[in-house]
């Protein structure tokens, strides 16, 4: 089972492509989104130290987490959201190595797809065999955020911003994947990687 990360800026396309590899291939896909928001569920890791930082300001009437109260105050304080990243972050890596130890042992795909905006910046590349760089026009980006997301321009430039460069992704990655043009393109180039480099066959 070869273990490769999925990473890019925002509105370079990394869910549809994902979408494709996980019905075209013998392979698991792990979104680091989804296992965030399930450490912070009641009983997860995670949750009663989110509560603690926090405060149970932060909970809706349910006992969980709400997002967007959390989201108001960690935006609101750079201390706080740092807190939160520490508990969040470690978290999630640790549910992840479980996933891919569960993997190796039970489940034996092909391949474990790890897919998030910053593997980079979280030490992932220890982890994963292979690290992919989702790329993307930055014009194409834009265009597909305001589309698909309906996010005003300055939002936009204001996450980029936050990201890591073009040149930083490149630099730490193994594959470049260019999905600046259509998906079929996109697609064609990870069938490149996956089915004439590894030996397969569909």
């Known amino acids: 089972m070869k273990v490769i990360g999925i990473t890019g800026g925002?509105?370079?396309?990394?869910?549809?492509l994902l979408s494709y590899v996980k019905d075209t291939?013998?392979?698991k896909v792990i979104?680091?989104?989804?296992v965030a928001?399930?450490?912070r569920e009641p009983?997860?890791?995670?949750y009663e130290s989110l509560i603690g930082v926090l405060s149970p300001d932060v909970l809706d009437g349910?006992?969980?987490?709400?997002?967007?109260?959390m989201a108001k105050q960690i935006f609101a304080s750079d201390d706080l959201r740092k807190k939160v990243n520490d508990i969040i972050h470690p978290a999630v890596k640790e549910t992840i190595l479980a996933?891919?130890?569960r993997g190796k042992k039970e489940e034996k795909p092909d391949f474990l797809f790890i897919e998030a905006a910053l593997l980079i910046e979280d030490g992932y590349l220890d982890i994963v065999d292979e690290m992919w760089y989702i790329y993307a026009d930055e014009g194409v980006r834009r265009q597909r955020l305001r589309a698909a997301r309906n996010y005003p321009d300055d939002r936009i430039s204001l996450i980029m911003k936050s990201q890591l460069t073009e040149e930083r992704f490149r630099e730490a990655c193994d594959v470049v994947i260019d999905n600046s043009k259509s998906l079929d393109a996109a697609c064609r180039q990870i069938d490149k990687r996956l089915m004439?480099?590894?030996?397969?066959e569909r």
């Open 43 to 46: 009983g997860n890791p995670g």
């Open 25 to 27: 291939y013998n392979c």
């Open 62 to 69: 349910g006992g969980t987490i709400n997002r967007v109260r």
């Open 99 to 101: 996933e891919i130890d």
């Open 31 to 34: 979104l680091a989104d989804e």
């Open 196 to 200: 004439k480099e590894n030996g397969m």
């Open 37 to 39: 928001h399930r450490v």
């Open 10 to 16: 925002v509105g370079s396309g990394k869910s549809a």
